[in-house]
């Protein structure tokens, strides 16, 4: 572990220098999940919910969430990414009336910076745009955990997660 880099002589908080390191092809996915009642369930998989079809609206606002990460994270600086994708899978235990939906954003881009804080914006996002939609039904979905699960590229090379959501 290094030290940290967001802060100036005087301690207080700066944006890092990035104007020498290299540029290079950097990846980052990140996961997220929304657990949900069974009611909320049906009605994404059969698209009738009143709002409009949940997870269409979730993946694009995970797009335009990551794309916007250096408007909402003080200290990140604006990427020009390269690609940025959202996917969803359902893990249920029926037996426990578990339902959830787990998020899955990888973001990519050729710079001098790495995209982790993008990703995790992105499954940020789109958990509660679901939340947001389904929230007449039940209050009650929990978001959570969100993590970063891979990166690579970049001076500090590559990072993995064996065991994610």
């Not at 999940?33 to 049906?42: D, E, F």
């Not at 881009?109 to 679901?130: N, Q, Y």
């Amino acid at each position: 572990m290094g030290q940290f880099t967001h802060f100036n002589g005087q301690g207080r908080a700066k944006m890092v220098d990035i104007s020498d390191k290299a540029e290079s092809i950097r990846t980052a996915v990140a996961k997220s999940s929304i657990s949900t009642n069974q009611a909320i369930y049906q009605q994404i998989i059969d698209g009738t919910n009143k709002k409009g079809d949940v997870l269409a609206v979730a993946q694009v606002a995970g797009i335009m969430a990551a794309k916007q990460t250096s408007n909402i994270i003080p200290m990140c600086h604006p990427i020009a990414l390269t690609g940025v994708n959202i996917s969803f899978e359902w893990k249920i235990d029926e037996l426990k009336s578990e339902y959830a939906i787990v998020i899955e954003a990888e973001v990519k881009t050729k710079g001098s910076t790495g995209v982790e804080m993008e990703a995790l914006t992105a499954v940020s996002a789109a958990a509660l745009t679901i939340y947001d939609m389904c929230k007449a039904l039940d209050k009650q979905m929990v978001i959570g955990p969100t993590m970063l699960v891979k990166k690579t590229g970049g001076k500090n090379g590559d990072f993995f997660v064996e065991k994610t959501l």
